[in-house]
């Protein structure tokens, strides 16, 4: 069956290329956000992967299967993508104000990424890791896991996730990057050093499962607090090491008093004028932010909150002001109240 399509495909026919190569394309697209933490940048590189796939198609020579090749041209777009450094952009702006914000419990280095919607993991195909992968697809979708894959080098990125996320064979990873597997292996045991240092020791069978009453009503006392700028509510929702951070600005809060600080320094903290849209982003419970327009019935957006839960405690708050990401998540711009 697949000779055959693949026989159509080769001679010109656009719609059994398609049938060889739309059910990858929503993996696809997740590979390549686990890599350059960005929705739209991974959007482009699925579609210039197709793009080379179908102009390349005359040399596949099926030693490989069909998906294994479509990871092949996905991977190394990734790792070009990477190397132009401009397609990041900075957390302070020249002529940008600085923020101001009280000091931070500590300043991290800066990093660069967005969160992923729930909606485009709809479509996923059901199919389990390799049997040599490490993480399961919920974990390896948690916004602290795309977060440390941000902090390693481009291929270590690389090799981490074709191997401890899809579960690749070291033979199969060295074939995809024209590597050999010693290499491989290498790579591999230097990026889980790092990565594994900078991944919280959570226990993620402890968090309330997504969509259910638990993570419902956990979510929902969440909101209350926020909208009605009950600091002390918000915080008795936290764990006792619970962060706040705002990526890709390097200010990062952790603990009740130092994120308590964080707010109440806010100037719209007091006034009620935060408004929360519930949406998912990373397999986590996430929310529109929209600030109150004190002349008109409308709020304006100001950003996306992302949650990580722990138990019945919140152990994470992750905050994206570009407010650019709304749309990605079916939110409007603005909001009448």
Request: charged content about 25%; glycine content about 6%; some cysteine.
């Amino acid at each position: 069956m697949i000779e055959s399509t693949l026989a159509r495909a080769r001679a010109g026919d656009g719609e059994a290329f398609r049938e060889l190569t739309e059910p990858y394309r929503r993996e696809l697209q997740l590979h390549c956000y686990r890599i350059l933490g960005s929705v739209q940048d991974a959007e482009d590189t699925v579609q210039e992967t197709l793009l080379a796939a179908w102009r390349g198609l005359g040399g596949f020579q099926g030693r490989a299967s069909v998906r294994a090749w479509l990871y092949r041209i996905a991977t190394n777009r990734c790792l070009n993508a990477l190397r132009d450094t401009g397609r990041r952009p900075q957390p302070q702006q020249p002529g940008r104000p600085p923020l101001d914000v009280p000091e931070p419990t500590r300043r991290s280095e800066s990093t660069w990424f967005e969160p992923y919607p729930d909606a485009l993991l709809d479509d996923l195909p059901d199919t389990a890791p390799g049997p040599e992968a490490r993480y399961e697809t919920r974990e390896s979708l948690a916004l602290a896991f795309v977060a440390g894959l941000q902090r390693l080098p481009p291929r270590q990125r690389a090799v981490l996730v074709l191997r401890d996320v899809l579960g690749f064979r070291a033979a199969e990873v060295a074939d995809l990057l024209d590597s050999s597997g010693v290499s491989v292996n290498s790579t591999l045991q230097r990026a889980r050093a790092t990565l594994d240092g900078q991944l919280p020791e959570r226990d993620r069978d402890l968090a309330p499962l997504p969509r259910s009453p638990r993570e419902r009503e956990l979510v929902g006392r969440f909101v209350e607090a926020m909208e009605s700028s009950d600091v002390d509510r918000l915080v008795a929702l936290l764990t006792d090491d619970a962060w706040l951070t705002m990526p890709p600005e390097p200010l990062e809060y952790q603990g009740h008093a130092a994120i308590s600080r964080f707010y109440r320094t806010r100037p719209w903290w007091g006034g009620r004028a935060l408004r929360l849209v519930p949406t998912r982003a990373n397999g986590q419970p996430a929310f529109g932010c929209y600030l109150r327009d004190p002349q008109s019935p409308i709020a304006h957006a100001y950003g996306l909150v992302v949650l990580a839960l722990e138990d019945d405690r919140i152990s994470a708050i992750t905050r994206f002001g570009d407010n650019s990401l709304l749309p990605l998540f079916g939110l409007p711009r603005t909001l009448r109240i």
